[in-house]
């Protein structure tokens, strides 16, 4: 009888097993201000100039990459303004809190680590301090955004 149990025992702990995988592709998170974030949606628009905007969604906050071609490469922040980082908190009154960087104004970087011109998609890492663009004291004076990755967002051409 010991046998059949155990017998049993093992057939039963063969068949439950199962594998739950669920892949997250694309996708655009990082951690700001030390607290973990994620896109509910994210894009990037590829324009004639060849310049980039990735874009990222949660309810209510807007995250804007911009960087100036597709080429792997790094962007530095807080030199220009055709490469900068914008984010967008829109509070329960509907008012915009605006954090941006720009020439002077923040710093960090975008590092392109894939274009994949043939299935149009985008893959790198980011991270960045923007400063609070009107001074809003319902937010902080800057947001802080490390270990920022976006992995196969969909890139779509901006036809002008």
Same mark, same amino acid.
Not at 24 to 37: A, Y
Not at 104 to 132: Q, R, W
């Given at each position: ?29 990082? %951690? ?55 984010? %967008? ?21 975008? +590092? ?29 004076? +800057? +947001? ?17």
């Amino acid at each position: 009888m010991k046998k059949y149990f155990l017998f049993i025992a093992v057939i039963f702990s063969l068949i439950s097993c199962q594998e739950d995988v669920s892949f997250n592709n694309p996708s655009l998170q990082g %951690v700001k201000d030390n607290v973990f974030w994620r896109a509910v949606q994210s894009k990037v628009t590829l324009a004639s100039d060849g310049s980039l905007l990735i874009e990222a969604y949660t309810r209510n906050e807007t995250l804007s990459l911009e960087v100036t071609s597709t080429n792997a490469q790094t962007y530095f922040l807080g030199t220009s303004e055709s490469k900068k980082a914008t984010y %967008v908190l829109t509070d329960a009154t509907g008012a915009l809190i605006t954090f941006s960087t720009g020439f002077g104004i923040g710093d960090g970087e975008i +590092v392109i680590s894939d274009y994949d011109a043939i299935n149009h998609t985008i893959t790198g890492t980011f991270k960045f301090n923007a400063e609070n663009t009107y001074n809003n004291p319902l937010a902080g004076p +800057v +947001v802080n955004f490390q270990q920022g990755v976006f992995y196969k967002v969909p890139v779509s051409s901006l036809v002008q």
